[in-house]
C-alpha cells in the first residue's frame, strides 16, 4: 500500500498493545451466538471521511488531501485509493456513499451518470480484491443551488424530474455493486416559511417520489431494504421527516409502511428532541428498523456537529434496543462521523474510526450482558404483570366496551394504588455493566 495512509498497516485485535490496533472490537469474538463482526456491521462513510474539506459557517478548508478539491475524475480515483486504503487498515465490513462523493459532477444528467459508472467500475474491481461490501447508496439532493427550496418537494417540477433520473441512477449502481440497502435523506425536504408554502402538495409530491422509488427497486430487481433517514431542523425550520413517528405516520398516508424502513442517526435524534434509544425503540416498535449513522452531538451546541461516538453508556443503551429488536438484517452502523477541523493528519482519521469501533463493541457487549441476565428484561417484565391476568386481557378483546369495563371497575371497588416506577435502580443496574 502506498499513498496517503502509507504509514499504517491494517489494525489488529491487541487488547494489552499501547500502538495502534483495537483495545475491544475482537471481530471474531462471539456474543450471543454469533461474532461480532456481524453483529455491528461497521460501515465507513465517504462524505465526512474524504469529502470534507474542514470547513465550518466561520472559516474554510483546514485539510489538505492530495484528491482535493475532488472536481476531476482523475481526482476522485485517488480519493477511491485512498477510501479502499482506509477501509482495509480499519478491517470494516462495508462502506457508504453519496453519488456526488465519489464522482464530480458532469455538464448533464447524462455525463454525471457516466461519471458514476465509471467508479462503480473501479469500486467492482476493489470489492473483488477483498475490500468491503457497500452497505448502501444515496444521491446527495442537497448541495447544489438547484435544490435550495427541496428536491422532490421543489415548487419547481423540473427539479422533481432532475432527482428522479439522479435518484435511478445511484439506485441501479447500488444494486450493480451488491448494496444491502438504499437511503433517501431529505437534508432540504422541509421549508423555510409558510407565507410561499403549499404544504399539502409538496407532500404529496414527497409521498409520490417515494412510491416510484419503491416501484423501481422491484422493476430492476433490487433486493435491499429502501431507508428514510429522519432528521429535524436543520438546514430548514420545518422537515417533513422530523422523526420516526413522523416518518412513520407519511409512510402510511402513502402505504408505503411495508417497503420503507428507517435510518436512524443520534445526531438527528438528539436534534428532534429525543434520546437516541428512543427513536430506535420507536422504530422497532413499529417495524420499521433499518440501520443506524452513529456519532454524536457536542452537549454544548445545538446543532448536529457529526462527532465520533465516545460514550460506552450511550452506545449500550443504543445496541440494548437494537439487540432487543433482533439485531441488524441488512442494516448495519455506519459512522456518519467527521473530524475536528483541527484534526489535520492520517492518523487522526484511523484512529478515530478505531476507538469508536472500540466504543460500539464495549456497548454491543455490555447490551448483550444485560439482555442474557434480563437486568431490565425482569423489572420491565414484572411491571406489566398485571396485563396478564385474564380480566385484564379481556379489556383489549373485541368483546369488551367501555362501559363493560366501567360497570366491573365499579362492582368490583377497584381502588389502584401506584407503585414505584424503580428508575433510579434500573439506572444503577445500568452502570453496572457500563
Not at 166 to 181: D, S
Not at 287 to 293: E, L, T, W
Not at 390 to 401: I, K, V
Request: glycine share 10%; proline share 5%; charged share 25%.
Amino acid at each position: 500500500m502506498s499513498g496517503y495512509f502509507s504509514d499504517f498497516a491494517p489494525l489488529a485485535y491487541d487488547p494489552q498493545g499501547s500502538g495502534p490496533g483495537f483495545r475491544h472490537y475482537d471481530p471474531n469474538e462471539v456474543v450471543m451466538g454469533k461474532r461480532m463482526e456481524d453483529h455491528l456491521r461497521f460501515a465507513v462513510c465517504y462524505w465526512h471521511s474524504f469529502v470534507w474539506e474542514g470547513g465550518d459557517p466561520f472559516g474554510g478548508q483546514t485539510f489538505r488531501r492530495p484528491w482535493f478539491p475532488g472536481d476531476t475524475m482523475d481526482l476522485a480515483k485517488l480519493k477511491a485509493e485512498a477510501a479502499f486504503d482506509l477501509f482495509r487498515i480499519l478491517g470494516v465490513p462495508y462502506f457508504t456513499f453519496h453519488d456526488h462523493d465519489v464522482r464530480p459532477e458532469g455538464a448533464s444528467l447524462t455525463e454525471s451518470r457516466r461519471r458514476l459508472e465509471e467508479m462503480a467500475d473501479l469500486f467492482e474491481t476493489k470489492m473483488a480484491a477483498g475490500g468491503p461490501k457497500l452497505l448502501w447508496g444515496t444521491a446527495n439532493l442537497f448541495s447544489n443551488r438547484r435544490y435550495m427550496a427541496g428536491a422532490s418537494t421543489n415548487p419547481d417540477p423540473e427539479v422533481f424530474a432532475y432527482c428522479a433520473a439522479t435518484v435511478r441512477a445511484c439506485m441501479e449502481v447500488t444494486h450493480r455493486l451488491g448494496g444491502e440497502n438504499y437511503v433517501l435523506w431529505g437534508g432540504r425536504e422541509g421549508y423555510e416559511t409558510l407565507l410561499n408554502t403549499d404544504l399539502t402538495q409538496e407532500l404529496d409530491h414527497m409521498g409520490r417520489f417515494l412510491n416510484l422509488v419503491v416501484e423501481h427497486k422491484h422493476r430492476i430487481g433490487f433486493k435491499g431494504a429502501i431507508l428514510i433517514e429522519p432528521k429535524p431542523q436543520e438546514p430548514t425550520k420545518h422537515q417533513y421527516d422530523f422523526d420516526v413517528a413522523t416518518v412513520y405516520g407519511f409512510l402510511k398516508r402513502y402505504g408505503l409502511e411495508q417497503e420503507v424502513k428507517v435510518n436512524i442517526e443520534q445526531g438527528h435524534a438528539i436534534l428532534a428532541g429525543h434520546s437516541f434509544e428512543h427513536e430506535l425503540a420507536m422504530a422497532n416498535a413499529l417495524g420499521i428498523f433499518g440501520s443506524i449513522d452513529m456519532n454524536r452531538n457536542d452537549q454544548q451546541s445545538g446543532w448536529d456537529t457529526d462527532q465520533f461516538p465516545n460514550s460506552v453508556p450511550e452506545a449500550a443503551l443504543a445496541y440494548y434496543e437494537v439487540l432487543r429488536g433482533g439485531g441488524f438484517s441488512t442494516g448495519g452502523t455506519n459512522f456518519d462521523a467527521k473530524l475536528r477541523r483541527q484534526s489535520l493528519d492520517a492518523e487522526d482519521l484511523v484512529m478515530a474510526h478505531a476507538e469508536a469501533m472500540d466504543v460500539c463493541a464495549r456497548g454491543l457487549k455490555a447490551a448483550a450482558r444485560m439482555l442474557e441476565e434480563e437486568a431490565l428484561e425482569g423489572p420491565r417484565r414484572a411491571r406489566y404483570a398485571g396485563w396478564a391476568k385474564p380480566e385484564a386481557q379481556a379489556m383489549l378483546g373485541a368483546g369488551a366496551s367501555l362501559a363493560s369495563i366501567a360497570d366491573r371497575a365499579e362492582a368490583e371497588g377497584i381502588d389502584p394504588q401506584p407503585a414505584s416506577g424503580r428508575q433510579e435502580r434500573l439506572e444503577a443496574v445500568v452502570n453496572r455493566y457500563v
